[in-house]
T-cell receptor, first 115, second 114 residues
Framework: AQTVTQSQPEMSVQEAETVTLSCTYD???????LFWYKQPPSRQMILVIR??????QNATENRFSVNFQKAAKSFSLKISDSQLGDAAMYFC????????????FGKGITLSVRP | KAGVTQTPRYLIKTRGQQVTLSCSPI?????VSWYQQTPGQGLQFLFE???????NKGNFPGRFSGRQFSNSRSEMNVSTLELGDSALYLC?????????????FGSGTRLTVV
């Protein structure tokens, strides 16, 4: 079984600034993936970035990067040069590679971007 | 290419009725997963289908059921609707099962039970 915890329900950032969204997880599996999804008002969940647990190097996608601390079971998302279009709900998720595994989400965090 | 299509986009039903939601995956995707999203419980996994077989099921009562057709389109059914079933229902498709394939989500069906 897996659990994903996002303890901050809301965050705000000034446009062009940097913000970090926190996430911790717990899993008994040795091989798993971690994800950050964005859900704008259009409701569609969009994959922002993913990290394979066996890879030590932190994943990066343009302005989005993660800080993956495997021993601490921490997986934070850093958004650089924040843009108005980054305003959305962000969900952290975890899924093991085992048979019949499922994607487990955190409760999400609402990010607002101030112009 | 076309994304994941969920129909209808909005639905209002009365308590006790049943409802069927539809999900058309991306062409070539054979796995479809369903999630219920509510403000209180967040996103909860309902079930996953692959090649017309249910591969995994979440912790929901038997009133929630689903199926997948030979063209990979999937439907989920909720019988004897309760007020607490009001939620956004999201489906996601993938080439196959497992996190390494990646999921593409639809825009969901907003179900309101009155």
């Amino acid at each position: 079984a897996q659990t994903v915890t996002q303890s901050q329900p809301e965050m705000s950032v000034q446009e062009a600034e940097t913000v970090t969204l926190s996430c911790t997880y717990d899993t008994s599996e040795s091989d798993y993936y971690l994800f950050w999804y964005k859900q704008p008002p259009s409701r569609q969940m969009i994959l922002v970035i993913r990290q394979e647990a066996y890879k030590q190097q932190n994943a990066t996608e343009n302005r989005f990067s993660v800080n993956f601390q495997k021993a601490a079971k921490s997986f934070s998302l850093k958004i650089s040069d924040s843009q108005l279009g980054d305003a959305a709900m962000y969900f952290c998720a975890c899924q093991s590679t085992g048979a019949n595994s499922k994607l487990t989400f955190g409760k999400g965090i609402t990010l607002s971007v101030r112009p | 290419k076309a994304g994941v299509t969920q129909t209808p986009r909005y639905l209002i039903k009365t308590r006790g009725q049943q409802v069927t939601l539809s999900c058309s995956p991306i062409s070539g995707h054979r796995s479809v997963s369903w999630y219920q999203q509510t403000p209180g419980q967040g996103l909860q996994f309902l079930f996953e289908y692959f090649s017309e077989t249910q591969r995994n099921k979440g912790n929901f009562p038997g009133r929630f059921s689903g199926r997948q057709f030979s063209n990979s389109r999937s439907e989920m059914n909720v019988s004897t609707l309760e007020l607490g079933d009001s939620a956004l229902y999201l489906c996601a498709s993938s080439l196959a099962t497992g996190p390494n394939y990646g999921y593409t989500f639809g825009s969901g069906t907003r179900l309101t039970v009155v």
